[in-house]
């Protein structure tokens, strides 16, 4: 035991054995947690034991005790509780923003969590009505662009496409780059959006976020916005679709029946 090269690892270890292998339904023993850090070649003591999980639970984990015939430890509470998970997951496949290949990776590192056995329960499949993934790897870097620019003040640069009927990506403004301030992010109609001011043409603009690519934060500074002038949430309200145009009054009449099918007080 002295003279193993892990010793001082052995703490560590143990704190990963228990995030990873336990939880309330799945306990480890004492023999058990021994035979664990077996395979990470570290030898331990159950006397040597007591006192690293005593540690553990000084340093704040929450280590509860279940006793039967002999004594089993196992991790009570995390950062997210598995229905937190879970919920984090669905919002996650069910995004339009993020590809197939993204939301495998996030849901691997969710996943990471919790314990192997809970981790089981969030591989699974959310479908939804018409909503279809995103082809657009690169959206999800955009956004991170995104919040850099507007944290720093400073304009943003992206490209700016369509699909053709073959899914291929066809530039808008010939391939040359969209230079705007980037105002705030939000979220419409199961879509991403940017607004931006355009002092070019003093006004507010919208982009869908997974129709952007190669976006960079500039050293620009970024336009002044004249709050006066320019509401943003009013901008983003009266944004139907997040598609600008005239504003009208419009009355709608709707049968009884729709009155709990759509959602009018929204309207």
């Not at 054995?17 to 799945?26: G, P, R």
């Not at 992010?185 to 190669?214: G, I, P, Q």
Request: charged residues 30%; contains cysteine; aromatic residues 10%.
């Amino acid at each position: 035991m002295a003279g193993s090269p892990k010793l001082k690892l052995k703490l560590l270890y143990l704190m990963k054995i228990l995030l990873e292998k336990t939880d309330a339904q799945n306990p480890l023993t004492i023999n058990e947690i021994i035979a664990e850090l077996a395979g990470y070649g570290v030898s331990a003591e159950r006397k040597s034991l007591y006192i690293d999980i005593e540690t553990l639970r000084e340093f704040g984990l929450d280590i509860e005790t279940t006793r039967s015939k002999t004594t089993s430890y196992y991790i009570a509470s995390r950062k997210f509780e598995l229905p937190e998970l879970k919920l984090l997951v669905d919002a996650v496949q069910s995004s339009r923003l993020i590809t197939h290949k993204k939301s495998d990776e996030l849901i691997q590192k969710l996943a990471s969590l919790t314990s192997i056995t809970q981790a089981k329960q969030l591989k699974r499949q959310v479908y939804v009505s018409g909503r279809a993934k995103s082809f657009n790897e690169a959206a999800y870097y955009s956004v991170d662009a995104v919040h850099a620019a507007i944290n720093d003040g400073k304009k943003i640069e992206f490209h700016y496409f369509d699909y053709d009927v073959n899914k291929n990506k066809v530039l808008r403004k010939d391939g040359d780059f969209y230079n705007a301030t980037p105002i705030t992010m939000c979220w419409d109609e199961d879509k991403y959006y940017l607004v931006t001011y355009s002092a070019e043409h003093d006004e507010l603009r919208n982009y869908r976020v997974d129709r952007m690519s190669d976006a960079v934060a500039l050293a620009e500074d970024a336009d002044p916005i004249d709050p006066a002038k320019f509401d943003v949430a009013a901008h983003i309200k009266l944004s139907f679709g997040m598609y600008n145009g005239k504003i009208i009054r419009a009355k709608l009449l709707f049968e009884k029946i729709l009155a709990c099918t759509v959602d009018i007080f929204s309207l």
